[in-house]
């Protein structure tokens, strides 16, 4: 199975927003409730951040949302902060205890 | 806190094997599904293989499947992944992730930080 589709960057200034899309399909977005998404800064655990689409994990700021549309997903960044530059990425429950992830999207806070 | 360390990566020739663990601590091992995920370089994070807290049901990416086994040892709050007829594209740092759930929910709620994997001749 391919991976999500993501944009491989985005950028913004602090204090501004950005979204990050997520394209699936209908054997992975489309048909389950269950996506999450990751921060990731090089050379450091991935963050689980969102899950069920659009919660937030105890500690995750409100400043990270989430939202889906049909088999695309989106998370959002308001009040950019320096501290958000990393890598994104979307993950879908894909069946049979799988799951599948985006190929992610590096975020520059310029 | 919940703590994730993997050990055992390294540098190995095409079609050896190498096993890598997961030592685990700060939560109750036994009740967690469990997960390893790798990124090869430069590129994203890619799902390997998950297995539930009973150690009984395993599943992989079909790249791996046949070559890597996943097992537990609950009884040591350890994971670990057995890699077999290694490739030079598995090359990549190997991350084991926690469950949010006894199964598989789809959720990775904590991480470790990763142990790299260079296969190489």
């Known amino acids: 199975q391919s991976a999500l589709t993501q944009p491989a960057s985005v950028s913004g200034s602090p204090g501004q927003s950005i979204t990050i899309s997520c394209d699936g399909t209908s054997s992975d977005i489309g048909s389950y409730n269950i996506v999450s998404w990751y921060q990731h800064h090089p050379g450091r655990a991935p963050k689980f951040i969102i899950y069920?689409?659009?919660k937030r994990p105890s500690g995750v700021s409100d400043r990270f949302s989430g939202s889906r549309s049909g088999t695309t997903a989106s998370l959002t960044i308001s009040d950019l902060q320096a501290e958000d530059e990393a890598h994104y990425y979307c993950c879908s429950y894909a069946g049979t205890s799988t799951v599948i992830f985006g190929g992610g999207t590096k975020l520059t806070v310029l | 806190q919940v703590q994730l360390v993997e050990s055992g990566g390294g540098v190995v020739q095409p079609g050896r094997s190498l096993r890598l663990s997961c030592v685990a601590s700060g939560f109750s091992f036994s009740n967690y599904g469990m997960h390893w995920v790798r990124q090869a370089p430069g590129k994203g994070l890619e799902w390997v293989a998950v297995?539930?807290?009973?150690?009984?049901?395993?599943y992989f990416i079909d790249s791996v499947e046949g070559r890597f086994t996943i097992s537990r040892d609950n009884a040591k709050h350890t994971l670990f992944l057995q890699m077999d007829s290694l490739r030079v594209d598995d090359t990549a740092v190997y991350y084991c992730a926690r469950d949010s759930d006894v199964g598989a929910s789809g959720y990775l709620d904590n991480w470790g930080q990763g142990s790299l994997v260079t296969v190489s001749s």
């Open positions: 069920e689409v659009n």
């Open positions: 297995i539930w807290y009973d150690g009984i049901t395993k």
